[in-house]
């Protein structure tokens, strides 16, 4: 029988449910699920699985992604993770394993794999959880080197800053590409406020907007590869451009980074992790409603 995952440009950094059973006890193995509060995975989770809280353990207090070398060094040696191990990450919000993905391709981590339908496909099928905390052997990950945000496929750059988008605005080359919500973009809700409180409503001029739920089907997997293309032919979101998606803090935007770099194969895609968390609160930047 034909695996379906095959049809990706890269399809060995998706793995299924049923593999991922089938290699719960793999000794080099570590399974991360990653969330904004540890309620549900204190509940119930994948065996095996250890946990990131985004607020505290991957954003800074101003909600920026926390890049630092040597936070994420500690955070990949106080979970158990070594240069070899592999990493299979998922989490409750559609996209956070694309997210994770990106985050730690750009920190030089090259084992990483994502579950395809995530969380909710594992529930789903009924496969098993567990409410015991997992614990695991603290290791020495050693230096953590940003790959220069350069790296993943093809030396490609893999993020973009706030100067770099105002230096290329209007250019025909480039998507801008808003994958928040309908209301986020709207500027009609906010998925959260930074503490300073100088945030403003609405979107980049000229962004293309597709939320980046439409990149996964009902059951949480993504979309089959010519489903995907047609979908984002459709929007001018092509492989013969820049593609620079952003969101409110950058991880779904690494999610669609993920898809469009490593699914469907375009070379050259940027997340703008600052995102509307940093866009906003700058007095010069154009805002759109």
Request: charged letters at 20%; one cysteine or more; glycine letters at 8%.
């Amino acid at each position: 029988m034909n695996n379906p995952l095959n049809q990706y440009a890269h399809p060995d950094v998706l793995v299924s449910t049923q593999w991922l059973s089938d290699h719960l006890n793999d000794d080099n193995l570590r399974i991360v699920e990653v969330d904004m509060s540890p309620n549900a995975y204190q509940s119930a989770h994948i065996p095996g699985a250890i946990f990131w809280n985004i607020l505290t353990d991957l954003l800074k207090p101003d909600l920026s992604q926390n890049l630092e070398p040597a936070a994420v060094s500690a955070l990949l040696s106080r979970s158990g993770i070594t240069p070899e191990t592999t990493v299979v990450a998922y989490g409750s919000y559609p996209g956070t394993g694309g997210w994770i993905f990106w985050l730690l391709s750009l920190m030089g981590h090259r084992n990483i794999r994502v579950l395809n339908g995530g969380y909710q496909k594992w529930r789903a099928e009924q496969r098993p959880v567990a409410d015991a905390l997992s614990t695991v052997e603290p290791t020495e990950y050693g230096v953590v080197e940003r790959v220069s945000d350069t790296g993943a496929v093809n030396g490609a750059d893999m993020r973009t800053t706030y100067e770099q988008i105002q230096a290329s605005f209007n250019r025909p080359a480039q998507v801008l590409l808003d994958v928040r919500s309908d209301l986020e973009y709207q500027g009609k809700q906010f998925l959260m406020k930074p503490p300073e409180g100088h945030e403003r409503a609405g979107h980049i001029p000229g962004a293309v907007h597709m939320e980046h739920t439409r990149l996964l089907a009902e059951d949480g997997t993504f979309k089959s590869f010519e489903a995907l293309q047609a979908l984002c032919n459709s929007y001018g979101i092509t492989a013969d451009k820049t593609i620079v998606p952003y969101c409110a803090i950058g991880a779904r935007a690494g999610f669609v980074w993920f898809v469009l770099t490593y699914l469907l194969g375009y070379d050259t895609v940027r997340n703008y992790d600052g995102s509307w968390n940093e866009w906003s609160r700058l007095p010069d930047a154009p805002v759109e409603s």
